[in-house]
């Protein structure tokens, strides 16, 4: 998978930041903030997140309720890391983890919420529904329900 970078230029005071406080707001076509980009010299460029990190074959993962290791596969498709609006998920042969917060003794260890586990053969694909993302392998379906305020899988 490919990721695109493009930088917006337009929309910019003369310093190349965000609207200057002594230009009027009103009908002045510059920027007044924005959210997931950093400004630059060149403009506003879109926040491109490193996920090549989360996958390094020395980092360990651990169960978030139990601190138990858990073992993920490293072979073609797997794992798939989703970047959603709630948060990184992994989809591996052995299930669909979500990343927590990082340790808080800074290691490089990741803690991973379990959604859903067992063998998947079909790659992981991630869909929005009702403003939550949802996923599905094969045979399980891993979606929010807002009434139960948590993840449901069905298989």
Avoid at 32 to 53: M, Q, T, Y
Avoid at 58 to 79: E, G, N
Avoid at 109 to 134: F, K, N, R, V
């Amino acid at each position: 998978m490919k990721a695109f970078r493009t930088v917006i230029s337009k929309g910019f005071g003369k310093e190349g930041g965000i609207r200057p406080a002594d230009i009027p707001t009103r009908n002045s076509g510059l920027f007044v903030d924005c959210r997931n980009a950093k400004v630059s010299v060149a403009g506003l460029e879109g926040f491109i997140p490193d996920v090549n990190d989360i996958l390094d074959p020395s980092r360990k993962f651990y169960d978030y309720l139990t601190s138990a290791a858990i073992t993920i596969t490293r072979r073609w498709p797997f794992p798939q890391v989703f970047l959603t609006d709630v948060g990184v998920f992994i989809g591996a042969v052995e299930g669909l983890y979500k990343v927590t917060d990082p340790s808080p003794d800074k290691t490089p260890d990741l803690y991973l919420m379990s959604y859903s586990t067992g063998a998947t053969i079909w790659p992981w694909i991630c869909i929005p529904i009702l403003g939550y993302p949802a996923f599905t392998s094969g045979s399980k379906f891993v979606y929010y329900d807002s009434n139960a305020e948590s993840y449901l899988v069905v298989s």
